[in-house]
């Protein structure tokens, strides 16, 4: 395996850090700003985003993560792995650079599963920037760690298919620019465990579709993106929307999920370098008993252990990565796994130390740790809690040391 990077990633490296420090950091608190000038921070987006976004357009910092070339930049994960960190610095970045979940999860799945009419209709919106989706799997009833446990009811019905269930955790549902859902119901409840599942494309727009609520997370709205539960009553979409076919939702779940855990580990990984860098900035600069923090022998440990972590969470996700693209998302099941449970805990003790150096101003909105860390703890669940991942490591691991014996005999 070798994680050196090449000419042409250097060079988006460059252009993605020029950018972040010119355009991204400064305009961070305008988007704020921006997003409570009107009476609802839900009915608009800040203008400064579609500058934002026309820019890094203009710039060839778009659609960076599509390793189709017809489609993205032709990048492998390998290559998309160190740019997604710089991303991951800002959570107003990814969006800018139409990297965002769950954007970037819907188009991979319109990419690999989508018919042709299916990809003009809502793929191109989507590449272009000119629309955004959400991502309907997660029901408030049953425990959606388990996909096979989902209830929403889709029925054949004529010539479409007719919808009933609730839906939450929603994500981006609240935006006013999304348009379009993909929505994880059972289409056969009679059928193998994980045949009974399907995916199937529900405009936002559709009689029956409504928003209940936005969630918040740890007290932020997340806005004009958002978390939305939702329900659908009677919801008709013709025949067509359905994805790759009946029975085919948890096997593309499974495809979805990979790359969407890994871009998760990649940006939490940037996130946590930011919050070492500004926690290595503050201690040197505050004073505490006479002496700099930095002069504590706990705050340069805190330093040491997290350089430490960053970087063994940096090269588990290479490897993933570099599996990934050389043997395929299911033989690098393993690897995805184990990154996904290292990465989130991992930025959020990062996160934390940065947190308590910073005392009261590391806990409010001044600065990004708090924002982050609350990010990173959601990620402990999203795309699967921990708990699942190990399970399935443990699993995977005893049957490599089952497979062992039986080779020595």
């Known amino acids: 395996m070798n994680f050196s990077y090449s000419p042409k990633v250097k060079e988006l490296q460059q252009k993605l850090n020029r950018f972040m420090e010119e355009q991204i950091y400064p305009n961070e608190k305008l988007y704020e700003q921006q997003l409570n000038e009107q009476q ?17 357009k203009a710039e060839g910092l778009w659609n960076l993560f599509l390793p189709e070339s017809e489609y993205g930049a032709g ?24 990297c965002s979940a769950p954007d970037t999860g819907n188009m991979e799945v319109l990419v690999r599963y989508g018919t042709d009419k299916q990809k003009q209709q809502w793929l191109v919106p989507l590449l272009n920037g000119e629309i955004r989706s959400c ?8 425990a959606s760690s388990d996909a096979t446990n989902i209830e929403t009811d889709i029925r054949k019905e004529g010539d479409g298919y007719v919808i009933n269930g609730r839906k939450w955790w929603t994500s981006g549902a609240g935006d006013p620019r999304c348009k379009i859902s993909i929505l994880m119901g059972k289409t056969n409840k009679d059928a193998d465990r994980h045949e009974q599942q399907s995916m199937i494309l529900v405009p936002l727009d559709t009689p029956g579709v409504k928003i209940e609520r936005m969630l918040s997370v740890f007290g932020y709205d997340h806005a ?7 329900t659908f009553e009677n919801v008709r979409v013709p025949a067509d929307n359905i994805i ?6 948890f096997a593309i779940a499974q495809g979805r999920l990979g790359p969407g855990r890994i871009h998760h580990c990649m940006r939490l990984i940037g996130a946590a370098e930011r919050a070492l860098e500004e926690l290595c900035k503050r201690v040197q600069s505050r004073k505490a008993f006479g002496k700099p923090l930095a002069s504590q022998g706990v705050i340069k440990e805190w330093i040491a252990d997290s ?3 960053i970087e063994q969470a940096r090269l588990l996700t290479l490897k993933a990565a570099y599996m990934m693209d050389t043997v395929g998302n299911k033989e690098a099941k393993a690897e995805i796994a184990m990154i996904k449970v290292v990465a989130p805990s991992m930025a959020l003790r990062v996160l934390d130390r940065a947190i308590q150096a910073f005392g009261g101003a590391g806990v409010s909105d001044d600065f990004p740790l ?3 860390w609350a990010n990173a ?5 999203a795309d699967g809690p921990d708990e699942v991942h190990r399970a399935q490591l443990a699993k995977l691991e005893l049957q490599k040391q089952k497979d062992n014996v039986y080779s020595l005999h």
């Open 307 to 309: 350089r430490i972590e």
């Open 75 to 98: 990048l492998t994960n390998t290559e998309y792995a160190p740019l997604c960190e710089i991303m991951g610095r800002s959570l107003l970045a990814p969006e800018v650079f139409n």
């Open 135 to 142: 991502f309907s799997m997660t029901e408030p009833h049953v």
């Open 377 to 381: 703890r959601t990620l402990r669940m």
């Open 244 to 249: 790759w076919g009946d029975g085919k939702g």
């Open 40 to 56: 609802s921070r839900w009915s608009h987006v800040p203008p400064v985003m579609e500058e934002l976004k026309q820019k890094a």
């Open 224 to 230: 004009p993106h958002g978390h939305a539960e939702m």
């Open 370 to 372: 708090a924002a982050q």
